[in-house]
C-alpha cells in the first residue's frame, strides 16, 4: 500500500487547517507527520478513531484536545481499510457501517423480525412461566374475584349442584385443590373451570348427555385444567404485554394486581392446544382410574363436534372439540389398558340431575 499520502490536519486548538505530509510505517502501525511548525505528532493506529463520510476518511485522535487528520487520497484509504482488516484493526461496529444501505435495511429488518417473534412467542411464554411467581393461595382470591364480579352467569340450579357434588365426590379426581360444582340453568352448552376449583356447568351441556360416562369424562376434563393451573397460565399469557416487565423485575404483587383486574375474563379463556391435548390425557386417566367406559368422553366430543357444524356452542369457543383430538382419544381407547364396569350409584345420581 501507499505508505505516504497528503492529508489536513486540525490541531484541536486553532481553527486553522494545516496540510501536512502523512507517512504510514506499516510495520509499527503508527502514523507519523510534521507540521509547518516542526511539530512532530506520532499516532498508533490502535488510538484512532476511524469514520468515513463520504469519500473523505476523518482519523480521531486524543481527548483533550481531540485532534483530527482529513485524508481524500481514494487509493490510500482503500489501501487502509483493507490493511486495517486484514490486521484485525477494525471493529464491528465499524465493519457494520461498511457494508452498505442494504444490509443495513436486511439488518434492521432481521431484528424488527426478531422483536416481533418475541413479542408473539417469547413474551407470552416468560408470562406463562411467571405463574411460578404466583402462590396457590391466589387461585382461590382470583376464583372468588370471579364471582364476585359475575353476577350475570344465570340462575344457579341448587338442586342439580348438590347432586353434582354428590356425583363428583363418588370419583377420585386427583384433585390438587378442594372441588366445588355448580350447575347454572342455561341452554349454553358449556363448562369451564376456575382457578380455585371452582367448576361451573349449565345445563345446556347437562341435557345433551346420554349416559353418565360423558359426564365423568366432562368432569375429569375440567379438574386436569384446575390440577395443572391452565386457566392461571392462559390468564398470564394473554395479558403477557402486561406482566413482562413485573416478571422480569420479579414482582409477583405487580402480576397478581394485573390478574385481579382481568378475573371477568376467565370464562371465556380459549386454551391452547397443548392444555387441551394435557386435560384430554389426564382426564382419560382419570376417566379409567375410576372404572369407567372412556367411550363416554369420545362421545360427548363428537356429539359438541357435530354442533359445532350448526352453530358454534359456547363450549367449543373455550374448548375446541377437534378431529384429531377426537382421533387421539379414540387411539388411546383402543391402545390403553384399562377395565371399566357399570356404576349404578353414578347412574342414579346422573339421572337425579338430568330430571
Not at 481514494?74 to 490493511?83: G, H
Not at 402462590?135 to 352467569?153: C, I, M, S
Not at 363418588?170 to 382457578?195: G, H, Q, R, W, Y
Not at 389426564?282 to 372412556?294: D, L, R
Request: aromatic content about 12%.
Amino acid at each position: 500500500m501507499k505508505e505516504k499520502v497528503i492529508g489536513v490536519f486540525y490541531d484541536g486548538v486553532s481553527s486553522v487547517p494545516q496540510e501536512v505530509a502523512l507517512n504510514f510505517e506499516a510495520e509499527k502501525c503508527v502514523f507519523i507527520f510534521e507540521t509547518t511548525h516542526n511539530k512532530t505528532y506520532s499516532w498508533e493506529l490502535a488510538s484512532i478513531i476511524f469514520n468515513e463520510k463520504g469519500s473523505v476518511l476523518q482519523l480521531q485522535h486524543g481527548n483533550d484536545p481531540i485532534q483530527i487528520l482529513k485524508i481524500e487520497d481514494v487509493q490510500f484509504i482503500d489501501d487502509l481499510t483493507v490493511f486495517r482488516n486484514k490486521n484485525g484493526h477494525i471493529g464491528w461496529y465499524q465493519k457494520l457501517l461498511n457494508l452498505g444501505i442494504k444490509i443495513h435495511l436486511g439488518f434492521a429488518l432481521f431484528i424488527f423480525g426478531f422483536i416481533g417473534l418475541c413479542y408473539v412467542y417469547f413474551i407470552p411464554w416468560v408470562a406463562e412461566k411467571s405463574v411460578v411467581l404466583i402462590p396457590d393461595v391466589y387461585d382461590d382470591t382470583l376464583g372468588n374475584t370471579f364471582f364476585e364480579q359475575n353476577t350475570f352467569l344465570g340462575t344457579v340450579d341448587a338442586k342439580k349442584t348438590k347432586v353434582l357434588n354428590l356425583f363428583a365426590k363418588e370419583l377420585k379426581l386427583k384433585n390438587k385443590k378442594k372441588l366445588k360444582f355448580t350447575v347454572i340453568d342455561s341452554d349454553i352448552m358449556n363448562a369451564f373451570a376456575l382457578p380455585d376449583g371452582s367448576i361451573v356447568v349449565y345445563t345446556g351441556i347437562i341435557d345433551s348427555m346420554k349416559d353418565y360416562e360423558e359426564l365423568v369424562g366432562l368432569i375429569g376434563h375440567e379438574v386436569a385444567h384446575v390440577n395443572h393451573r391452565h386457566s392461571m397460565k392462559m390468564l398470564c399469557r394473554n395479558l403477557s404485554g402486561y406482566l413482562f416487565i413485573s416478571t422480569i423485575l420479579g414482582d409477583a404483587n405487580g402480576v397478581m394486581a394485573v390478574l385481579g383486574e382481568n378475573a371477568n375474563t376467565l370464562q371465556s379463556l380459549s386454551f391452547s392446544r397443548e392444555f387441551e391435548y394435557e386435560a384430554d390425557i389426564e382426564g382419560f386417566k382419570i376417566v379409567t382410574s375410576n372404572g369407567v367406559n372412556p367411550k363416554g368422553m369420545s362421545t360427548l366430543f363428537k356429539r359438541l363436534q357435530k354442533e359445532n357444524n350448526i352453530v358454534i356452542p359456547e363450549f367449543l369457543s373455550s374448548h375446541p372439540v377437534t378431529a384429531d383430538r377426537i382421533r387421539y382419544i379414540d387411539k388411546m381407547i383402543k391402545t390403553e389398558s384399562f377395565q371399566s364396569k357399570e356404576n349404578s350409584k353414578l347412574q342414579r345420581l346422573f339421572q337425579q340431575i338430568k330430571e
